[in-house]
Structures are given as structure tokens and as C-alpha cells.
T-cell receptor, first 114, second 112 residues
Framework: GAGVSQSPRYKVAKRGQDVALRCDPI?????LFWYQQALGQGPEFLTY????????KSGLPSDRFFAERPEGSVSTLKIQRTQQEDSAVYLCASSLRVNAEKLFFGSGTQLSVL | DAKTTQPNSMESNEEEPVHLPCNHS???????IHWYRQLPSQGPEYVIH???SNVNNRMASLAIAEDRKSSTLILHRATLRDAAVYYC?????????????FGKGTKLTVNP
């Protein structure tokens, strides 16, 4: 596709449910980032992949959050046993090279945990 | 993390230039200055970035102070479509990954 695609666009989960959020980066992009954006705040870094390798997961808020990119293209962010504080927009971004020089963001997945 | 300071909000009139300021007094020699903007219900969009010299592209200009402790994003003729939150960001490398750390940004309102 022409841009970064994220699905689903909206997700409503009951507290305690597991969710999986998908990101299709721009084809050929080496770097992939996940960000979390709470209402009225700027995006906060979660994790970074260089191809299939997860080089930085320092921003993941707890061990309930898990991300993977097994073939170096599509990535999935999984949240286990969701809690209300997980409600946010989850943004995926990719860049062509091994740096954050120019990121292309998807429109995000808005997660609401009830 | 090197931090940036921006005004919470600014207003402009359509077809007038807009100067969005950013302070980054703790910037280090290798930190790039990036600007992104975010329209409602969309992900951030790249605007421009630079290291030391002023930069121009089709969207905007970036003026960087000589001591690099501040910068200004210049929109030469604001349109209604430029209404967005503008983020000034310093990238830094930690643990093998280069990160962009966003602040709260400046909400730009453009009046017709």
C-alpha cells in the first residue's frame, strides 16, 4: 500500500480481555516503531524494530504488552489482560532506514477498555 | 532525554505567515531537530528536520539558532488545512535505537 496501515481502526475490549493490534508498514521499510497516545498528550514511545529484531522495548509499560515482527514486515502489538488505563490510541510508524530520520505514521488504533 | 519547550497554543490568520517557536537549551551536538504535525484523528505527519543549517522544503522552513538552543518552524502562508498540533522533537540514540520523544506540542488555530 501507499502508506502505513493499521487495523482495527477502533477496538472496544472488556477489562481482562486480550487484544491484538496490527500494523502494515510501508513495503521495504527497515524500521518500525510503536507509540501510545493518551487523550490530549503527545505520542509516547513503546518499542522499536529493525527488520525482525526488537532492539528497544524500554517504553512498554508492563509485561502485559508484547510486540513482534517475525518476518520483518507486518507487526503485531498484543496487550494481555487489558485494563482501563490501557485505553489510548496506538500508533505505528515506519521509516526506510535504520534511524528515525523521517517517520511515516498510520492513523492508529483507538483502544477503549471498559 | 533532551527536552523541548513549546507554547501550548497559537493563532494565525489565513494566508499570513506563522512562526512556531521551540526552545531546546539542553540539545547535544548530535541531536537532530524534527517537526511533525498531527491533524485530528490522524497520525503525526513529518514536516521537516535539520541539524545546524536552516532547511526549506515544500511544506515549511526551519530556522535554527546559531547556538542551536532554539528553532522556529515557519509556515509561509497559513491555510485552514494547516490547523493542527505541531510537535518540535529532538531525536536521540539510546540502547542502539534512535528515538523521537514527543512533548505536548503547539496547537495551531488558523482563522479564515
Amino acid at each position: 500500500g501507499a502508506g502505513v496501515s493499521q487495523s482495527p481502526r477502533y477496538k472496544v475490549a472488556k477489562r481482562g480481555q486480550d487484544v491484538a493490534l496490527r500494523c502494515d508498514p510501508i513495503s521495504g521499510h527497515v524500521s518500525l516503531f510503536w507509540y501510545q497516545q493518551a487523550l490530549g498528550q503527545g505520542p509516547e514511545f513503546l518499542t522499536y524494530f529493525q527488520n525482525e529484531a526488537q532492539l528497544d522495548k524500554s517504553g512498554l509499560p508492563s509485561d502485559r504488552f508484547f510486540a513482534e515482527r517475525p518476518e520483518g514486515s507486518v507487526s503485531t502489538l498484543k496487550i494481555q489482560r487489558t485494563q482501563q488505563e490501557d485505553s489510548a490510541v496506538y500508533l505505528c510508524a515506519s521509516s526506510l532506514r535504520v534511524n528515525a530520520e523521517k517517520l511515516f505514521f498510520g492513523s492508529g488504533t483507538q483502544l477503549s477498555v471498559l | 532525554d533532551a527536552k523541548t519547550t513549546q507554547p501550548n497554543s497559537m493563532e494565525s490568520n489565513e494566508e499570513e505567515p506563522v512562526h512556531l517557536p521551540c526552545n531546546h537549551s539542553t540539545i547535544s551536538g548530535t541531536d537532530y531537530i524534527h517537526w511533525y504535525r498531527q491533524l485530528p484523528s490522524q497520525g503525526p505527519e513529518y514536516v521537516i528536520h535539520g541539524l545546524t543549517s536552516n532547511v526549506n522544503n515544500r511544506m515549511a522552513s526551519l530556522a535554527i539558532a546559531e547556538d542551536r538552543k532554539s528553532s522556529t518552524l515557519i509556515l509561509h502562508r497559513a491555510t485552514l488545512r494547516d490547523a493542527a498540533v505541531y510537535y518540535c522533537i529532538l531525536s536521540f540514540t539510546q540502547g542502539g535505537s534512535e528515538k523521537l520523544v514527543f512533548g505536548k506540542g503547539t496547537k495551531l488555530t488558523v482563522n479564515p
